[in-house]
């Protein structure tokens, strides 16, 4: 993504259907309050789907808990979509479709939030490594609104009209999910979508406070093997060699000019060299070393550029140390990457004024664009010109911890740590309301 679109832009809110009389007096209060008597059950659905977390591409029991849930709802519901996806519909009448989204794999990581519904289970991915499985990014969260959204969605429907499909996506983690839920028919099985809605709870924000970024909202993920060669010998007669650490150490300073002298300073990017190893013994020079980058970007030419610039500096630093052209180092781009996700700007700037008016000015804010990855923006790319989309984030952080850490307290965990537990309840209501509502905009009954 290049730099965050900033720009706020008034847009006739009847393009998106948001002028319904019928829907001007949406039963916000109603939702809120159904909600409420509804958080103890979906409490129970989140700590069960919390202690049973399954690896991207493995979803099945978090898959049949989603697609019974939404079957008991009213929806058509078709499973094994692009793997373990859930597909559900429900027809309404004439109107827009909208999808909404909900990802469902866990991270190879061992919890220790201290929970009584801590994750023990463990598994094995897909590249063959054993670990302990943590919804260490949600998505247990994601999940319950999603089926709290449901209902909410089919308790409505005198009130809405259109099309609405509701997925439940599998491997996010991975970022292969979306692409193989479009691979196998997505879009030619099921209804397309005018919009999609999803949203992602975030450590950054206070617990309940809904938040969008406008235009760029994640960010292209490209993770790069890199083999530089050398040729090896005595650590005590270094003359007789081509050092491959040297070479390595000269690549790895040389990558940083890409962002900071190659980069225009309003376009973000990141160059990450993560992992170098090299070598096994101290009097040993070896004859490679390996490196592992994380390359974040926003735009496709961006990404290609630093990519690009990447195989010209470990090649020119090669050369500049006298490797012959068989010992280029080798440089391997990972495929699928992740694809940068984006806001549709008026679409997403509407959808945030309507919130603050129905859910307070101060618990919905336009956000920055952030570095980290998500493969929803895939959904939109399918037909990017017909499609407008936005990801919200729905914060999930206590704000009593969050004012200690800004005044210098301790840090808070981050997605991903073995540590992250956010207010669930908050999240989970915040972020069905938050979803249900948009939709609810989107599909006006006239």
Known sequence: MKASATLLVTVSAAVFG???PALAAAPQDELSATIS????????IYRDLHAHPELSTQELRSAAILAKAARDAGFTVTEKVGGTGVVAVLKNGEGP?????ADMDALPVVEQTGLPFASKQRGTSTAGVESGVMHACGHDTHMTAWIETARLMAAHKSEWAGTLVMIGQPAEETGEGALAMLKDGLYTRFPKPDFTLAFHDSADLPAGQVGAAVGWALANVDSVDMDVKGIGGHGAYPQTTKDPIVLASSIVMKLQTLASRETNPLDPVVVTVGSFHAGAKHNVISDDAKLQLTVRSYSDETRERLLDGIRRIARGEAIASGLPDNLMPVITVKEPHTRATWNSPEFTQTAVADLKG???????IVTPSVMGGEDFGEFRRADENHIQSVIFWVGGVDPAKLAAAKSGGAPLPSLHSPFWAPVADKVISSGSEAITLTAMRLMPRT
Not at 39 to 44: A, F, R, S, Y
Not at 97 to 101: E, K, N
């Open 18 to 20: 948001f002028s319904s």
């Open 37 to 44: 008597r509804d958080l103890p059950g979906l409490m129970t």
């Open 97 to 101: 479709t909208v999808l909404i989204r």
């Open 358 to 364: 129905k859910m307070g000015d101060a618990n919905v």
